[in-house]
């Protein structure tokens, strides 16, 4: 039977076909018809509750009633200079530095071995691995690190066995990284925090490596250039695009990360405890919106910086 015998029906010319042959022929008015309820819901939702938040910062609270005082003021922004407010605000970008650093270097050697000597079954079983902890519940991981961070934990245990139940001793006597255990210290605090954002840097970072061409290492080890000189001026600089995507992702979420502070650390506030505590249990809101303007502005200049060395590249 030919096509030319078939009795089809011919298409109706309905109002749902001429729009449909319009926004085939107008693909930039489909692409933006696609793209509006997303774009509603970040401008609108997202976007626009963050905006009437942060813009509470320039009101002030009435110290007598407790009450908003909803007349322009710039005395709520001069708050965050305060010594107790600022002793916040620079323990968390340690913190957060201190994070982004230790996960650096315990990613590149992992990294690079995955991007230069895994084979296809090893690399399958490398991603695997990285992903895996994303998969659990971050309150789990956060409280698994408490146990074995205790006194009585897993770590403690192995230190008596090796000898060096002393050393840990001595290390948290030291005034900034110490306290009565690793659960309540600054270190266990870094220590989850690396745990738990690793992934996020050894991604970028063997994206990056991936992309370093073999023949550049190998002809500078023609060259006569050692190892560790291949290393610092052939492969760390071009892979630092992905060290820095990774530093994006490690640095933002300890910056405004307040869960891990409050259930893993010491007494002393960090920015997003300091921002929780202050619109729930004080009634602050002004000031909390201050302080919640403050990792908006160091990201700013983060990504700006970060823009310069073509991190977004290895995103």
Known sequence: ?????LDLPAPRDGLLRRLSDMLVRRARLLTLLLLLPPLLWLGLVYLGSLFVFLGQSVFSID????????????ATLLELFR????????????????VTVLCAIIAFPIAYYAARYAGP??????YLAVMMPLWSSYLVKVYGWKLLLAKEGAIGWFAGKLGLAGALEAWLALPLVGGPSLSVSYTGMVLTFTYLWLPFMI??????????????????????????????????????PGVVAGAIFTFSLTLGDYIVPQIIGTSALVLGQAVYTLQGTAGNIPLAAAFSLVPILVMAVFLT???????????
Do not use: W
């Open 1 to 5: 039977m030919s096509l030319a015998s």
């Open 63 to 74: 110290e007598f009633s407790g009450t908003i005082v909803r007349e322009p003021t710039t």
């Open 83 to 98: 010594p107790a407010n600022l002793d916040i605000l620079l323990r968390t970008i340690g913190i957060s530095a201190a």
């Open 121 to 126: 079954r090893v690399k399958a079983a490398f």
């Open 203 to 240: 991604l970028p970072v063997q994206a990056a490596l991936e992309r370093v061409p073999p023949h550049l290492i190998e002809a500078a080890g023609d060259l006569g250039a050692a190892p560790g000189l291949v290393f610092r001026t052939v492969i760390l600089p071009l892979a630092m």
């Open 305 to 315: 910086l970060a823009k310069r060395t073509g991190a977004f590249d290895a995103l």
